[in-house]
């Protein structure tokens, strides 16, 4: 890839953020490459709700299933301004095991607030089998090529079949309060590549694909039983980009939000509007 932001996680928790960005251009904390500039490493705290910069790499620890976010710079070795990516980041260490709650330490998630959470494993996991209590379906990870967020509701979505990758940070938004997720070693994939799985009784989908030159979007749209017309648990929003870029974008829309996937009754008599807009910006 390029310059740009990377939503991320790690198979082994504790003081590991020098040993996985070890091959990362680091920048604004003790033990990164320099101590000047502006930091490249963020935290987020979902009770504040407020971002909090790394200071120092090596004594910052991170918790199972927490995501982190990282600023990744092309170039890796600031010796000159040619693009050292790809790069490949590992880790060395004990995997997490067992079952893993996001936020942890009996936290809870408020209603509406966000969860930046992580896949804690070193396999891809099924974000349709990971136990979700008092939070919407949707899980939101940022794909930096596409400048824009891959979603998923449990039936659609460009999150291709729900499937978060290992070092993968996702949002998570919290519906009713005292939330939260629980992430089990069952909620694994068998592969991270081709994953086939049968639609379940009462849901389906359908998705619009817009393109202008070179740029594309999608938009959306589910049908489950528990679906509305208006806002229901499983719509998923159509979140701005993590920095401002041309782009093509379709939205569609209920109850005034705009939306990535909208989701509506399987069952329904009579006709439903769809509001839709594509916008060049």
Known sequence: GD??????????????????????WIQGMTNGDTESGTANVWTYDASTPEWSALTN???????AGQGFLVYVYANTDGADDD????????????????????????????????????????????WDLVEQTNVTTSA???DDAASAYKTWNGSSGALSNGLIAPFQGF????????????????????????????????????????TSGSYSDQAFVSFMTNGAEGMDNADAYKLLPMTPSERIVGI???????????????SHDGSISIPLDVMYL
């Not at 790499?57 to 918790?63: G, M, P």
């Not at 949002?171 to 086939?196: H, L, N, P, R």
């Not at 569609?252 to 399987?266: K, Q, T």
Request: overall charge negative.
């Open 83 to 126: 693009s050292d990516l790809p790069v490949t980041l590992s880790v060395s260490g004990t995997e997490n095991s067992g079952n893993v709650e996001v936020p942890s330490s009996g936290a809870n998630l408020a209603d509406a607030a966000w969860l930046f959470a992580g896949n804690p494993y070193a396999s891809t996991i099924d």
């Open 252 to 266: 569609s829309y209920a109850e005034g939000n705009g939306l990535d996937i909208s989701n509506l009754p399987y």
């Open 140 to 142: 939101y990870v940022w």
């Open 171 to 210: 949002w998570v938004q919290g519906d009713g309060g005292s939330g939260g997720i629980t992430i089990a070693e069952a909620d694994k994939a068998s592969t991270a590549g081709s994953f086939y799985k049968t639609m379940a009784d009462n849901t389906g989908s359908m998705n619009f694909t817009i």
């Open 3 to 24: 310059d740009g932001f990377r939503m991320m996680s790690s198979p082994i928790a504790g003081t590991v953020y020098d040993d996985v960005l070890g091959d990362l």
């Open 57 to 63: 790499l090596n004594t910052a620890s991170l918790t």
